[in-house]
């Protein structure tokens, strides 16, 4: 599947085929499930922690709504590893090349005349994880200063989303097992402290969406229900599908 990366920056992802962790809703299922589909163009973005379920839930977006699918710009991203490996030597360069992949995406996004749906929104970055690393030491007093200036100049003038639906996962072990089933190899050192300080920034998130960037954001538990298939599927598309009208 395209995917919009460093590598392939100059058109977005196309809606998924099936697979297995976001099986493709036929014609028979559609009607079956009843979804109905959003007729305004939006723009949508999904945030939450890593392992919450971000990129299933925006392929199923996108196969049902045909929505174009913009990834999060992780699969060839040059730093992740060594990010993963010295937190502190290339958290201030991740967090740059992870702005200026987002930002891109928004301007494409802008550009383009479907409606689409972002996986990991650009906010987390400079609410979340910025200040989170910045915490832990990881990012100088100077570093997260500079980060902030080119935040605002890149980001002063893209559109927006129109809607952001965060994910909560409040078991890190759950986040945990769905990050081993995903089976990333950069991401197999990720620790139970590391999620659990970022679910604590992530609790207040929607509230900052809503209040300094005027965001209308719908809230979802999915640490319990499955909402790759059957009753869980239809259930969330449904709730997706309100928010969204």
Same mark, same amino acid.
């Given at each position: 599947?395209?995917? !919009? !990366? ?5 058109? &977005?992802? $196309? ?10 809703? +036929? &014609? ?17 973005? =999904? ?15 996108? $196969?049902?709504?045909?929505? @174009?699918?913009?990834? @999060? ?14 937190? !502190?030597?290339? #958290?201030?360069? *991740?967090?740059?090349?992870? %702005? ?10 802008? #550009?383009?005349?479907?409606? /689409?749906? $972002?996986?990991? +929104? ?16 990881? %990012? !100088?007093?100077?570093? %997260?200063?500079?980060?902030? @200036? ?15 639906? /965060? ?8 986040? %945990? ?29 929607? =509230? ?8 209308? /954001? =719908? ?5 319990? $229900? ?10 969330? *598309? ?8």
């Amino acid at each position: 599947m395209p995917r !919009t !990366t460093a590598r392939t920056r100059s058109k &977005p992802a $196309q809606a998924a085929p099936a697979q297995e962790e976001a099986p493709a809703a +036929t &014609p028979r299922s559609r009607n079956t499930m009843r979804v109905k589909v959003p007729k305004a163009r939006r723009f949508v973005a =999904l945030a939450g922690n890593i392992g919450a379920g971000k990129t299933t839930a925006a392929k199923m977006i996108s $196969q049902a709504f045909g929505y @174009e699918l913009f990834d @999060e710009p992780v699969i060839d991203n040059r730093f992740l590893r060594d990010y993963y490996a010295d937190m !502190t030597r290339w #958290s201030f360069t *991740l967090q740059l090349e992870f %702005l200026i992949r987002r930002v891109e995406h928004h301007e494409l996004i802008h #550009s383009y005349r479907r409606s /689409c749906v $972002q996986d990991r +929104t650009l906010y987390e970055d400079p609410e979340i994880f910025a200040k989170y690393l910045h915490g832990l030491g990881h %990012l !100088t007093n100077a570093e %997260l200063d500079l980060y902030y @200036e080119y935040f605002q100049r890149l980001s002063r003038h893209i559109i927006r989303p129109d809607k952001v639906i /965060c994910f909560e996962v409040g078991s890190v072990e759950v986040l %945990l097992q769905r990050i081993r089933t995903r089976g990333r190899e950069e991401e197999k050192g990720i620790r139970h402290q590391f999620l659990r300080g970022l679910n604590g920034y992530y609790a207040s998130f929607p =509230l900052v969406l809503q209040e300094k960037y005027g965001v209308d /954001c =719908l809230t979802m538990d999915v640490s319990k $229900q499955d909402i790759r298939r059957g009753r869980g599927r239809e259930e969330f *598309l449904d709730r997706v599908s309100t928010f969204l009208a």
